[in-house]
């Protein structure tokens, strides 16, 4: 009997990319990988063994403004700078892949959505209002993260505070525990600040866990690694354009979209249409059927690009 070939997609490429990427990204260190402490993506430093840590961590911590701040032109404000510069030239070269692609907490999240389908639950849309309402709050986080650490430096914070967004991340909760690691699902009753912190963990990670079963990457709504990536988007090499006048305003772009990112489908005018919540994964173009009316692409090179054939073809899978 001869066998036959599974047709390649974007999403199995795409699969493969973030199960290589959780693997490295999680157990890597186990296996001596060490991608330093500006990874654009939620690498947890809290996992043992991890191959790269979170840029976010860095950028409170010891790398970061808060010890920076403290000792302007010495030795650690210039490695903090040297890590922003890792950081933003990681950023520039894969841009949002890093959230579509890489990171390990959204493959988590991906499978409760997997989950979710296979229990025959239907996803909750979030209304355009909403959207609106829920977009600016990863900015919010992303400012709480920068302003807290140097007021800790100046003593006019408890030390608790020092690292204010991962003492509430549910990354530090539930990648931990893949490798084997419970402790931070405890409440820690040190005093009471880490009381405090522990407890709005938990609460962060239950209402995220019930989110990603509900809402396709609910989390990224709210992430504001995902806000700071954005912000150097002027630099980036990957983007997402739009063949206007290709475009038949079908909205599977939109249908297959883990962010509900409406502007894919309505824009009428630009090729920019990569927006705040958009994560680079691709899916948009994959769904389209309207050959070149959306690619994906790193400088002035095509990765790829809608077309009839290829949306049949996953359509059959």
Same mark, same amino acid.
């Given at each position: 009997?001869?066998?036959?070939?599974?047709?390649?997609?974007?999403?199995?490429?795409?699969?493969?990319?973030?199960?290589?990427?959780?693997?490295?990204? #999680?157990?890597?260190?186990?296996?001596?990988?060490?991608?330093?402490?500006? #990874?654009?993506?939620?690498?947890?430093?809290?996992?043992?063994?991890?191959?790269?840590?979170?840029?976010?961590?860095?950028?409170?911590?010891?790398?970061?403004?808060?010890?920076?701040?403290?000792?302007?032109?010495?030795?650690?404000?210039?490695?903090? *700078?040297?890590?922003?510069?890792?950081?933003?030239?990681?950023?520039?070269?894969?841009?949002?892949?890093?959230?579509?692609?890489?990171?390990?907490?959204?493959?988590?999240?991906?499978?409760?959505?997997s989950?979710?389908?296979?229990?025959?639950?239907?996803?909750?849309?979030?209304?355009?209002?909403?959207?609106?309402?829920?977009?600016?709050?990863?900015?919010?986080?992303?400012?709480?993260?920068?302003? $807290?650490?140097?007021?800790?430096?100046?003593?006019?914070?408890?030390?608790?505070?020092?690292?204010?967004?991962?003492?509430?991340?549910?990354?530090?909760?539930? *990648?931990?525990?893949?490798?084997?690691?419970?402790?931070?699902?405890?409440?820690?009753?040190?005093? #009471? $600040?880490?009381l405090?912190?522990?407890?709005?963990?938990?609460?962060v990670?239950? $209402?995220?866990?019930?989110?990603?079963?509900?809402?396709?990457?609910?989390?990224?709504?709210?992430?504001?690694? *995902?806000?700071?990536?954005?912000?150097?988007?002027?630099?980036?090499?990957?983007? *997402?354009?739009?063949?206007?006048?290709?475009?038949?305003?079908c909205?599977?772009?939109?249908?297959?979209?883990?962010?509900?990112?409406?502007?894919?489908?309505?824009?009428?005018?630009?090729?920019d249409?990569?927006?705040?919540?958009?994560?680079?994964?691709?899916?948009?173009?994959e769904?389209?059927?309207s050959?070149?009316?959306?690619?994906?692409?790193w400088?002035?090179?095509?990765?790829?690009?809608?077309?009839?054939?290829?949306?049949?073809?996953?359509?059959?899978?």
């Open positions: 009997m001869a066998l036959t070939a599974t047709p390649l997609t974007l999403g199995r490429v795409r699969t493969a990319v973030q199960y290589a990427s959780f693997v490295l990204l #999680v157990y890597g260190g186990r296996f001596g990988v060490n991608l330093g402490a500006a #990874v654009p993506c939620f690498a947890c430093p809290y996992v043992r063994g991890c191959g790269g840590q979170c840029y976010l961590m860095g950028l409170q911590g010891v790398y970061g403004f808060g010890m920076g701040l403290a000792a302007l032109g010495g030795a650690p404000m210039l490695t903090a *700078l040297g890590w922003l510069a890792v950081f933003a030239v990681s950023t520039a070269l894969l841009g949002k892949a890093w959230c579509g692609w890489i990171c390990p907490f959204g493959l988590v999240q991906d499978w409760f959505a989950l979710r389908r296979r229990l025959g639950v239907r996803e909750r849309i979030l209304g355009g209002r909403a959207k609106r309402r829920l977009a600016p709050v990863k900015y919010v986080l992303l400012g709480y993260l920068v302003a $807290v650490p140097p007021l800790v430096t100046a003593k006019l914070l408890h030390q608790d505070f020092y690292l204010p967004f991962c003492n509430i991340c549910p990354g530090k909760a539930l *990648l931990p525990l893949l490798a084997g690691d419970p402790q931070y699902l405890a409440l820690n009753m040190s005093n #009471v $600040v880490t405090a912190f522990s407890t709005l963990l938990l609460t990670t239950g $209402v995220t866990l019930a989110g990603a079963f509900f809402k396709e990457r609910f989390f990224c709504i709210f992430c504001p690694l *995902l806000a700071l990536i954005h912000l150097l988007k002027p630099v980036t090499a990957l983007r *997402l354009s739009k063949g206007v006048e290709a475009c038949v305003g909205g599977a772009c939109r249908r297959a979209c883990p962010m509900d990112v409406a502007e894919v489908q309505r824009e009428r005018a630009k090729a249409v990569q927006t705040g919540e958009c994560l680079d994964c691709g899916r948009c173009a769904a389209c059927a050959d070149g009316a959306l690619r994906l692409r400088l002035r090179f095509n990765l790829f690009s809608s077309s009839r054939r290829h949306a049949a073809r996953r359509i059959r899978l």
